[in-house]
Structures are given as structure tokens and as C-alpha cells.
């Protein structure tokens, strides 16, 4: 009410504090808008308290196009062959291109008068009869134009389009902070897209459904993982190579709490010394030769998230007690930079070593260990679960399959029995090796066990109906390397070494048969 007031006082001249007032006004009502209609709609709701316009409108310019198009939709009249709000060639809007030419307000206080603009005559056949045009300039950059018309023209004509040449400066800035939201969010919108899609592609070999098992050996770490999975809880997986330790970092990962974030691979082995701060906590510009930018470390990156520290017993004992702070205090600084750096991520470790040797010989240290495995779960090796193997065969048959195109080879009952007696020094991924070589040399044929035997060799487990022989005979075998070694297990003089055989297989196969590695002390 008080600008009416103030326009009925003052019909030429706007008073200094109104117009202060509608600027700040209009510059409330519009930066707290979050999309373009109602930022729009708060400029047109606010404009029209103060002037009798009969159309606004506002434009975003496209200087590689060269074209107009709407920032929403007009306000008011709508004159013909302006009604398409995706926009329009700028030499088709001749009012908005001459505004943006000279880059100052254009006033027009009759359009009939004017003769050289194309699109007047489609403003008078509307009834307008007066128009402003406002360049809205950002950074030195005509960002588009403002446009009010009339089809009867204020008496203030002049002093009100003084005015709105200052309003167009806090409409610029706004129209323009509301582009970069938009641009901003869309990028996040499609960042996070395309952070699904590579999650998901990154996955896909350890889908859930995917996985499957009717051991009670593998039935009992699922039921671990499913009571710990939730939880922020340290998870070191220990088994021979090929068991699927991988696998099951990213069935705990998907199936805790921090899934929609990210799970971020260490490859202990391969990090080398010189860059192992660097790689896992990242650097800043001119920390060294040829840090030409910032870097984020792996820990960064998992924020949210989890970080997966495979084989986690070759890592050297120098760098162990770098990695111990981390996982300590959950912070650390880049290298070249002493901002500190607080991240939350889960750890999950896996390891084919025995890392209770490793400890004895001093290879791994104690501290480190008991920050990784406050939860231990041992994966049984695949000749200890052989009840695995077909439903291994069904799917991996079924994988190769869908992602070759090529026909699926058939198992006769002797063949399946054959690879069920096979020792499968590589485990899980020897077995989905050799489904892939049969798929590429014997697709569409009938696998017999003759087959078979040219592909395993000689290396068959016996595979007797005198079970309680073979396991005699195992006990017997173990229980002798065990006298043979005092009673040690792990280490260069124990029991595992004399075998050939992994210390956590050889520790399975103890408590499998109820030895006590301490009767044969010395």
C-alpha cells in the first residue's frame, strides 16, 4: 500500500526511500527462490504492487545459438508468434535483439510510432501500446533481457523506467545465481546417476543373487556377515586364494548401512613405498615433482563408505604403522598439506595369509591386527565344500552363457561327480576359469568324464567309498608333520610348511579332526 501511496504523491518522481524499499523488496522475494517459475512469480507478484504492467517477461540469451528463449513463463497479455516458450531466433525478436546490441534499456512510449521492429505490429494487435526493454548484464555478459509492457503507459513513464533500470541490475544477479543452481544441481543429479551406474556396473560380478552355496561351512559365515553386516564393526575375511574373499567384501558392503556410498579397493601389494601416503591419503599441488594438482587418497574417497584393504599380509611392517594411525584415529593430512582431514569409513581386510605367524615372526604387527578383526571369518576352502560345486557349475554356466552368446555345454552326472573329487587348488575362481574354457573349446557339446579327466590332469582327490579310511590317513598324515614340528603350525618350521599346504587350510583340517597341536610340543 505504501507504493500507491507514493505513486499517487509523486507522479513523475520516484521517492528516493520507496524506491529503496521496492528493490529491497523485490530482491528478498526473489533470492530465496529455489526454481525459475517461482522466482518469476515473486518478481511478477512484487513488480505488480508498484506498476500496472500488462506483460512481463524475462529472456536468456544464447550468444552461440543466437536465440531467445523463456526464463518461465510471461506475465500478462501474450502477443502472437510469442507464445513458444522454448524460445525463438534473436532477428525474430527484434525489440530484445536491439536491447541486447546497444546493452542499455530500450524505451518505447508509443509503438506505433516505431516502424523498424519486426515484432510491433504483433504488440499492437494485443493492445499494448508502450514497452521497456532491460539488458540484464552479469560479469560484463548480456545475460538476457527484461520486458514490461502497457497498453496504456503510466504517467511516471520516464522516472518508473529509471527505476526499473536499477531493479534490472538485482534481477540480473538473480536470473543468473538461478541458472548456476540450476546447472549446479543438474550436474549433482547426474553425477549421482552416473555414481550409480559405476557402482552398479562395479558390482555386478558380486550381486547378491548371485551368490550361492548349500555347505553348512558357507551357510555359517552368511549367517556371521548377516549379524555383523550392519554394524561399523572391523572385518578381517582370512582363505586360500580364490575363495571368494573378495566377494563376500562386497556382499558385507551391500549389505550394511553405508551401500549407497562407495567401496574403495586397496591392493596392498602393489602399493610401492614412495607412493603409498600419496596414494591412500592424497596430495596437494607442488607436494612433489609433478603434483601439478590437488589429489583426494583412497581414505577420502570412501567417505561414507568402506575401505577394503586386500591382501592385507603383504604389506610391508613400514607402512604398517602408517596405516594403523589411520584406522586409529580415523584422520590423517595429505602429503604437502597440514590441514587435517576427518573421514568415517567401515574397514573390511582379507588376507590368505596366517597372520598369527605372521605375528610370531614379527612379519605383522600385533596392534594392527586387533584394530582389523574385531570380527574374523574364515573362508573354507572349495574341496572342503564340495556340496558347492554343482549349484557353482549351474550358475557360472548360466553367467557365461548370457555374456557370450554362445550354447550352454551339458554335464553327465559322472562329469559333475569327477569335478566334485578334484582337489581345486584355485578354488572358486579355478572352477569359473575352467567353465569358461569349456564354453569357449566345447560349447553346445555333452561333457563326459572323460572330458573332464583332460582337463583336471592326474590331480583328482581320491575319491574312495572308504571315507573313514581317507580320514584316518589324513589325521594320521597331519599328526605326524605336528611331531615332526613340536606342535608348530605356521612359520617356515611348522607344520603347513612341511605339508605344502596353507596355514588356514591346515588349521581347518585340525579342528576339522579334533587334533590338539599342543599334545605334540616339545
Known amino acids: 500500500m505504501i507504493y500507491r501511496e507514493a505513486h499517487r504523491l509523486k507522479s513523475n518522481v520516484w521517492d528516493a526511500s520507496v524506491k529503496y524499499e521496492l528493490l529491497l523488496n523485490v530482491t528478498n522475494a526473489i533470492i530465496t527462490q529455489t526454481n525459475r517459475d517461482d522466482l518469476f512469480s515473486a518478481l511478477a507478484n512484487e513488480l505488480k504492487k508498484v506498476v500496472a504492467y500488462d506483460r512481463l517477461s524475462v529472456y536468456i540469451f544464447d550468444p552461440k545459438e543466437q536465440a531467445l528463449s523463456y526464463f518461465a513463463t510471461a506475465n500478462g497479455v501474450v502477443p502472437q508468434g510469442m507464445e513458444n516458450p522454448a524460445g525463438r531466433p534473436l532477428d525474430k525478436a527484434s525489440v530484445a535483439q536491439r536491447t541486447i546490441n546497444i546493452r542499455k534499456p530500450l524505451i518505447i512510449k508509443d509503438l506505433a510510432t516505431v516502424t523498424n521492429f519486426s515484432t510491433v505490429p504483433a504488440m499492437l494487435r494485443a493492445g499494448l501500446r508502450a514497452t521497456m526493454a532491460f539488458p ?109 574373499k573378495d566377494y563376500l567384501a562386497h556382499y558385507i558392503h551391500d549389505s550394511s548401512l553405508r551401500r549407497d556410498s562407495l567401496l574403495v579397493k586397496i591392493n596392498c601389494p602393489a602399493l610401492a613405498s614412495s607412493l603409498f601416503e600419496s596414494e591412500l591419503f592424497g596430495h596437494s599441488r607442488g607436494a612433489f615433482t609433478g603434483a601439478h594438482d590437488n589429489r583426494m587418497g583412497r581414505f577420502e574417497m570412501a567417505e561414507g563408505g568402506t575401505i577394503f584393504l586386500d591382501e ?23 602429503v604437502g598439506d597440514s590441514r587435517t582431514i576427518q573421514a568415517d569409513f567401515r574397514v573390511i581386510a582379507a588376507t590368505n595369509h596366517d597372520l598369527d605367524s605372521a605375528m610370531e615372526s614379527g612379519a605383522f604387527r600385533h596392534d594392527l591386527f586387533y584394530r582389523l578383526a574385531t570380527v574374523t571369518l574364515q573362508i573354507p576352502p572349495l574341496r572342503e565344500r564340495t556340496e558347492d560345486i554343482p549349484l557353482l557349475i549351474e550358475r557360472f554356466i548360466s553367467e557365461e552363457e548370457t555374456n557370450s552368446n554362445m550354447a550352454a555345454p551339458s554335464f553327465d552326472a559322472s562329469a559333475i561327480d569327477m569335478l566334485c573329487g578334484y582337489g581345486w587348488p584355485g578354488n572358486v575362481r579355478e572352477l569359473k576359469n575352467f567353465i569358461r574354457r569349456i564354453f569357449l573349446l566345447k560349447s553346445g557339446k555333452r561333457i563326459t568324464e572323460r572330458e573332464v579327466a583332460q582337463y583336471i590332469g592326474d590331480s ?41 599346504l596353507p596355514t588356514s587350510t591346515l588349521q581347518y583340517r585340525i579342528k576339522k579332526l579334533g587334533i590338539n597341536p599342543k599334545h605334540f610340543a616339545r
Do not use: W
Open 312 to 334: 592385507i599380509g603383504d604389506l610391508p611392517l613400514g607402512l604398517q604403522a602408517k596405516l594403523l594411525h589411520v584406522l586409529q584415529d580415523h584422520a590423517f593430512e595429505r
Open 136 to 244: 540484464l548484464i552479469v560479469r560484463n555478459d548480456v545475460l538476457g533481457t527484461m520486458h514490461l509492457s502497457f497498453k496504456k503507459p503510466p504517467d511516471d513513464f520516464e522516472s518508473l523506467s529509471e527505476m526499473l533500470a536499477d531493479l534490472s541490475h538485482q534481477v540480473a544477479i538473480a536470473v543468473d545465481n538461478m541458472l548456476a543452481h540450476t546447472r549446479l544441481r543438474n550436474l549433482s543429479d547426474n553425477l549421482e546417476k552416473q555414481k550409480r551406474y559405476l557402482q552398479k556396473q562395479a558390482h555386478r560380478d558380486y550381486l547378491q543373487e548371485k551368490f550361492v552355496f548349500s555347505s553348512k561351512q558357507m551357510g555359517q559365515v552368511i549367517h556371521e556377515i548377516n549379524l555383523v553386516a550392519k554394524s561399523d564393526a572391523p572385518v578381517l575375511i582370512t582363505g586360500e586364494t580364490g575363495t571368494g
Open 460 to 500: 583328482r582327490q581320491p575319491c574312495g567309498e572308504d571315507v573313514g579310511s581317507l580320514t584316518e590317513m589324513e589325521r594320521k598324515i597331519i599328526e605326524k608333520a605336528l611331531q615332526e614340528c613340536g606342535g608348530f603350525v605356521g612359520g617356515k618350521r611348522g607344520a603347513a610348511h612341511r605339508l605344502n
